[in-house]
């Protein structure tokens, strides 16, 4: 009986040491607040905003060339042989759809420019988390700024270890969870 008992004890000595063994190391970190707090986002965000504006520019200067031959057209229309005034009005037409075709390619030309400029400032993010995880023993790191937590244990932030990493100054007042 007492050979049962301790190999029972033993049992789950081991059982209870496996499960210590394997715990995993745990930390979060708000990506986001990481990213906004990059000089690199910095100059990526004045880099997409200076290429809106150009786009913007090109779509105002169609917009004022259409606005002012529109204006040129009711004025002289009355003067007009029919023939005339319908292949102005097609010119119109022609220029008004261009407006928009312009329009929705400069959408998705600025999507595709602001992911690329973005995609650097993050992959030195994600090199210099998995750098801090490697070197202070991490299995894994959460990202809270993705809302994808929906419940954890009371974990390491290290959002300030990363941002020595990437030699960056706290500011002032450090952003919230």
Same mark, same amino acid.
């Given at each position: 009986?007492?050979?049962?008992?301790?190999?029972?004890?033993?049992?789950?000595?081991?059982?209870?040491?496996?499960?210590?063994?394997? +715990?995993?190391? #745990? @930390?979060?970190?708000?990506?986001?607040? /990481?990213?906004? =707090?990059?000089?690199?986002?910095?100059?990526? !965000? *004045?880099?997409?905003?200076?290429?809106?504006?150009?786009?913007?520019?090109?779509?105002?200067?169609?917009?004022?060339?259409?606005?002012?031959?529109?204006?040129?057209?009711?004025?002289?229309?009355?003067?007009? +042989?029919?023939? #005339? @005034?319908?292949?102005?009005?097609?010119? /119109?037409?022609? =220029?008004?759809?261009?407006?928009?075709?312009? !329009? *929705?390619?400069?959408?998705?030309?600025?999507?595709?420019?602001?992911?690329?400029?973005?995609?650097?400032?993050?992959?030195?993010?994600?090199?210099?988390?998995?750098?801090?995880?490697?070197?202070?023993?991490?299995?894994?790191?959460?990202?809270?700024?993705?809302?994808?937590?929906?419940?954890?244990?009371?974990?390491?932030?290290?959002?300030?270890?990363?941002?020595?990493?990437?030699?960056?100054?706290?500011?002032?007042?450090?952003?919230?969870?």
């Amino acid at each position: 009986m007492k050979n049962i008992l301790k190999i029972a004890v033993v049992g789950v000595a081991l059982v209870i040491s496996s499960f210590t063994a394997s +715990a995993q190391k #745990v @930390a979060h970190i708000n990506l986001d607040s /990481l990213i906004t =707090l990059m000089p690199e986002s910095k100059l990526a !965000q *004045q880099a997409v905003q200076d290429y809106a504006k150009q786009l913007e520019q090109q779509i105002t200067t169609m917009q004022t060339e259409l606005q002012t031959k529109y204006e040129a057209f009711m004025k002289d229309k009355p003067n007009l +042989a029919p023939i #005339v @005034a319908e292949s102005r009005e097609k010119e /119109l037409n022609d =220029l008004n759809q261009r407006i928009t075709d312009f !329009q *929705q390619q400069a959408q998705a030309d600025y999507q595709k420019k602001s992911a690329e400029l973005s995609k650097p400032v993050y992959e030195k993010a994600k090199k210099a988390i998995d750098q801090v995880a490697k070197e202070t023993g991490y299995k894994y790191v959460l990202d809270t700024s993705t809302g994808l937590v929906i419940y954890s244990e009371p974990t390491e932030d290290i959002i300030a270890p990363v941002m020595k990493k990437l030699g960056i100054t706290a500011p002032a007042t450090a952003p919230k969870k």
